[in-house]
């Protein structure tokens, strides 16, 4: 990678976030006991057993966010599964993944002042671009790609390859950024993009590749290499078979 890279960003999990608060409430209102840091270390930890589940079967299992992220939260499975349906009634009437922070807008604000140039791909159900307008950071980015609309989705290499057709950019010109290894790291690498992984809490210690807490990071951490990095550490995963 011999020029300043293109970033094209997830949007879950980087960018947008579920409303932890929210989420705590309506397990509260299940009988579970929760705060919104329970719920987002449940969270963070129910995406790193997903990857761990994938690197030990090599095969990727369905993902029920709802149903499974409370289950991470309580034993009781009764008041797991009732607080996952609120949760869907909850998000049908307002989408649960809404939450911004100022330092994510600050970080893109930096990214795009040093010259970068961005753009999205979303695992979504049709709503991520007006998500991100609603908190203010669709401005930042050149395209939305939501596998809703263009009926594929990470990490079926085939989105990757449309949203490069949109932008005109090739694979080994982008970096991506995800959060979950074995969709957005492993599909972006099949996909012959480099990736940086979002690791919020740091449980993935030992993991191969490039590992940051969040986008509040990413400036500095691109800055250190003058934006040319090195390939073998943006392609933890290109060699990884999943059946």
Known sequence: MSEQPYLIFDAGGVLIFPDFARLAEIARKAGIEASAQTVLEAHCRYYRDFDEQVAQTHQHPKIHYFADLFGYVTEDAEKARLAAHLTLQEDQRKHIWTD??????????????????????????????????????????????????????????????????????????????????????????????????????GLYSGWAGAHIPGVRELPGWLAQFDGQVPSEILFPARDFEIN
């Open 100 to 201: 911004s922070h100022p330092w994510v807008g600050e970080a893109l604000q930096a990214l795009k002042a040093q010259g970068y140039q961005m753009a999205v791909i979303s695992n979504s159900d049709g709503r991520v671009e007006e998500i991100l307008a609603d908190v203010g950071l669709r401005a930042y980015f050149e395209t939305v790609t939501d596998s809703f609309v263009v009926g594929v989705e990470k990490p079926d290499p085939r989105i990757f390859e449309i949203a490069l057709k949109r932008l005109g950019w090739r694979a080994d010109e982008v970096i991506y950024i995800g959060d979950i290894f074995y969709i957005d790291v492993w599909g972006a690498n099949q996909a012959g993009l480099g990736a940086v992984h979002i690791d919020q809490l």
